[in-house]
């Protein structure tokens, strides 16, 4: 199996790392994008490693870009995103177990975060695990339901959306539908629409993250 390796940051305590903050990056992109948004987020956890991994293959026509899954720009994208996602979940989860043993992290104290195409295997990974981590987070997402994920008595995962409602390559819709459901099958969730953005992180979306994430980092 593909083994994802990627920029990582380590505590600004100096401490070992005590909570995890995984983060996706979106299609044609890489993990020097997604670490960019750690010196936002360190503060609120100093005891924190963040690690940002590259996806398992290279995306075509976007030169050292990498990708979770293929995307179907001819044909159905959506049935694209279904098949894709799954066929991903092994290599993240595989990741993410590695991680846990080799640090010591527990899945309680790990946040999972992802934009776009890192957002659609964050929630769908993220909301498969039967022990649920402390937060997941997508910007510019969508959601793909892992089976099981609305079972009664399941201990479940606070989340935070986050979408530009001028974005056209990921409809906002498609995380309006993610908070509807969630929320139906009892999720905590935190909804945000950023106005006039497109497909893209704003300030308000990145603060409106912060504020989750001190949120669930005291619980």
């Not at 100093?46 to 899954?69: E, K, R, T």
């Not at 640090?103 to 659609?120: C, E, N, R, V, W």
């Not at 989340?159 to 009892?186: E, K």
Request: proline share 7%; hydrophobic share 45%.
């Amino acid at each position: 199996m593909t083994k994802l390796s990627g920029p990582m940051l380590l505590p600004t305590s100096g401490v070992a790392p005590k909570q995890a903050v995984v983060l996706l990056h979106g299609y044609g992109s890489n993990g020097e994008d997604l670490i960019g948004l750690a010196p936002h987020w360190r503060s609120a956890l100093p005891d924190a490693l963040f690690v940002a991994p590259n996806g398992p293959n290279q995306s075509d026509g976007f030169g050292d870009g990498y990708q979770w899954f293929e995307i179907d720009f001819t044909g159905d994208r959506l049935a694209a995103r279904q098949t894709g996602v799954i066929s991903a979940r092994p290599i993240l989860m595989q990741f993410l177990e590695d991680m846990w043993a080799q640090t010591g992290i527990l899945p309680k104290d790990t946040i999972l975060a992802g934009f776009s195409q890192g957002a659609m295997m964050a929630l769908h990974v993220g909301l498969s695990l039967e022990t649920p981590l402390m937060g997941v987070i997508a910007f510019s997402g969508a959601f793909l339901p892992p089976d099981g994920f609305d079972e009664p008595g399941r201990a479940k995962v606070p989340v935070c959306i986050i979408h530009g409602d001028m974005d056209d390559v990921v409809s906002p819709d498609f995380s309006a539908d993610a908070d509807a459901v969630l929320r139906q099958a009892g999720y905590d969730v935190s909804y945000h629409v950023t106005e006039g953005v497109g497909h893209g992180i704003a300030p308000d979306g990145l603060e409106f993250a912060t504020q989750f994430i001190a949120r669930v980092s005291q619980k």
